[in-house]
C-alpha cells in the first residue's frame, strides 16, 4: 500500500521559515517525480513544487525565490524549504507521487499570519 505523510505545518508570521516534510512508503520512491500541492482556503487545489527522479525542479511562480523542493532518496522523503513566507502562503500543503492518482495524505497546515 502507497502512503504519504506530511509534516512540519504551523502557525508562523510573515517573512519567516518553515520545512515541511513528506516521507513516503509502499514504492520505489527514488522513480517517481514527487509534487507538493497546496489549497487555501475557498481556493482549488494548486501544483506549488515538482521534484523528478533526477533532481530538476519545477516552481510555481508565486513561489520562485522563496521555496526549495529537495528529496533524499535514502530517506524516501521529500522537503519543501519555505523562506519568506506571505499570508498568501496559507494553505493546506500536499504531498503526492506523480502517477499515483489516489495517494494523497492528511497534508499538514500552514498558516502566516501576524
Known amino acids: 500500500q502507497v502512503q504519504v505523510v506530511e509534516s512540519g505545518g504551523g502557525l508562523v508570521q510573515p517573512g519567516e521559515s518553515l520545512r515541511l516534510s513528506c516521507a513516503a512508503s509502499g514504492l520505489i520512491f527514488g522513480t517517481y517525480t514527487m509534487e507538493w500541492y497546496r489549497q487555501g482556503p475557498g481556493k482549488q487545489r494548486e501544483l506549488v513544487a515538482s521534484i523528478t527522479s533526477g533532481g530538476n525542479t519545477y516552481y510555481v511562480d508565486s513561489v520562485k525565490g522563496r521555496f526549495t523542493i529537495s528529496r533524499d532518496n535514502t530517506k524516501n522523503t521529500v522537503y519543501l524549504q519555505m523562506r519568506s513566507l506571505k499570508p498568501e502562503d496559507t494553505a493546506v500543503y500536499y504531498c503526492?507521487?506523480?502517477?499515483?492518482?489516489?495517494?494523497w495524505g492528511q497534508g499538514t497546515q500552514v498558516t502566516v499570519s501576524s
Open positions: 503526492h507521487p506523480l502517477g499515483r492518482p489516489n495517494t
